[in-house]
């Protein structure tokens, strides 16, 4: 007898058990997936940040950025590609090639997009806002030019950012 209502407590039971072990399963799988993808973002960022930081070509760039008088040497380079691309010097065409390095980058910076929003304040605390809104200063009308005709898809990202480099949107563009 006793072994009969065991059996049957079981059958009763079975389904439910089944069910709360398939509810754990899913949600260890779901954690597990959250935090790969959690490790992918901070690899892929850390990485472009090493690379951003640490490459030569991109410290050229970055001066040419963040001071308006070195921004004079390659403002005369853009406008003179805006108008007369075949009588660029080597030495302008390099610097042209510097800058595409450092425009990549940021466009491959700008595809990591953060998801959360400590992801977001590290992206924010750390550069890549600042860097984009100085692609956008008003009297940088040439890097403009070349950013829409050359780099489309960035620069809707970079339309992302104001002029005081803060965020509206990491989630727009291309």
């Given at each position: 007898?006793?072994?009969?209502?065991?059996?049957k407590?079981?059958?009763?039971?079975?389904?439910?058990?089944?069910?709360?072990?398939?509810?754990?399963?899913a949600?260890?799988?779901?954690?597990l997936?959250?935090?790969?993808?959690d490790?992918?973002?901070?690899?892929?960022?850390?990485?472009?940040?090493?690379?951003?930081?640490?490459?030569?070509?991109?410290?050229?760039?970055?001066g040419?950025l963040?001071?308006d008088t070195?921004?004079?040497?390659?403002?005369?380079?853009?406008?003179?590609?805006?108008?007369?691309?075949?009588?660029?010097?080597?030495?302008?065409?390099?610097?042209?090639e510097?800058?595409d390095?450092?425009?990549?980058?940021l466009?491959?910076?700008?595809?990591?997009?953060?998801?959360?929003?400590?992801?977001?304040?590290?992206?924010?605390?750390?550069?890549?806002?600042?860097?984009?809104?100085?692609?956008?200063?008003?009297?940088?009308?040439?890097?403009?030019?070349?950013?829409?005709?050359?780099?489309?898809?960035?620069?809707?990202?970079?339309?992302?950012?104001?002029?005081?480099?803060?965020?509206?949107?990491?989630?727009?563009?291309?």
């Open positions: 007898m006793l072994d009969e209502s065991l059996v407590l079981l059958a009763a039971v079975a389904p439910a058990l089944v069910a709360l072990a398939g509810v754990f399963v949600r260890a799988g779901f954690m997936a959250r935090s790969q993808r490790d992918q973002w901070v690899r892929a960022f850390a990485e472009l940040h090493k690379e951003f930081w640490n490459e030569h070509p991109y410290g050229i760039v970055r040419w963040a001071c070195n921004y004079e040497q390659l403002r005369s380079i853009l406008e003179k590609r805006r108008h007369r691309s075949s009588d660029l010097t080597p030495d302008e065409y390099m610097s042209l510097k800058l390095k450092f425009l990549n980058l466009s491959r910076a700008a595809h990591v997009t953060p998801s959360f929003p400590a992801e977001k304040n590290l992206w924010n605390d750390l550069f890549f806002h600042y860097w984009f809104a100085e692609c956008r200063k008003p009297s940088r009308s040439e890097l403009q030019w070349y950013l829409d005709r050359f780099y489309q898809g960035l620069q809707h990202r970079v339309a992302a950012f104001s002029a005081d480099g803060r965020t509206t949107s990491l989630s727009t563009g291309a």
